[in-house]
């Protein structure tokens, strides 16, 4: 069965202080990984998509990476407005173009 | 661009009741997705469309019903709505190719009372 597990389920930082969200996968193949942000009350936005390993991608603050095992979100001196839950997600193998999505990582920036 | 929009956004419903919650895109997508969002997991998919006529079944089907007679709208119908149906709902749609990005619409949040 195709698993995503994301980590930590929660993350407080400082304004300024960097860190990362780890999101581990177990697939039959991998097609792709996206990674969303999504704000209390409204849907899940998307922020990357990632296909092969050592692929990187980055958006402001944020940078996606992906190993064969795993994706990264790294996020480097966050603002409060960065807070939000963070949503991995993966394609696996197959017609049907399914997304399976972890658990999330809520992110909290304090000023 | 008005992207996936969802109607109702909130909704109390009675045991045994039932509803339709409506999905509409103007994006001109062919697939098209819905999913629950209970508190504390992820996003399950209820049913999946690959174009109008065509659905199937993904991994919480149970108690709901799907249909797809236009390209545009996915509509998700309740039937005897259930205490376990409280949740929030969540349509997207994505193109055709290979790995395209799935667009969220803003949710329907259901309570059945």
């Known amino acids: 069965e195709d698993q995503v597990t994301q980590s930590p389920e929660a993350l407080r930082l400082q304004e300024g202080e960097s860190s990362s969200l780890n999101c581990s996968y177990t697939v039959s193949g991998l097609r792709g990984l996206f990674w969303y942000r999504q704000d209390p009350g409204k849907g899940p936005e998307f922020l990357f998509t990632l296909y092969s390993a050592g692929e990187e991608k980055e958006k402001e603050r944020l940078k996606a990476t992906l190993t064969k095992k795993e994706s990264f979100l790294h996020i480097t001196a966050p603002k409060p407005e960065d807070s939000a839950t963070y949503l991995c997600?993966?394609?696996?193998?197959?017609?049907?173009?399914?997304?399976?999505f972890g658990k999330g990582t809520k992110l909290t920036v304090n000023p | 661009n008005a992207g996936v929009t969802q109607t109702p956004k909130f909704r109390i419903l009675k045991i045994g009741q039932s509803m339709t919650l409506q999905c509409t895109q103007d994006m001109n997508h062919n697939y098209m997705y819905w999913y629950r969002q209970d508190p504390g997991m992820g996003l399950k998919l209820i049913y999946y469309s690959v174009g109008a006529g065509i659905t199937d079944k993904g991994e919480v089907p149970n108690g709901y019903n799907v249909s797809r007679s236009t390209t545009e709208d996915f509509p998700l119908r309740l039937e005897l709505a259930a205490p376990s149906q409280t949740s929030v709902y969540f349509c997207a749609s994505r193109g055709g190719q290979l790995g395209n990005i799935q667009y969220f619409g803003a949710g329907t949040r259901l309570s059945v009372l």
């Open positions: 997600a993966v394609i696996t193998q197959g017609g049907s173009e399914k997304l399976v």
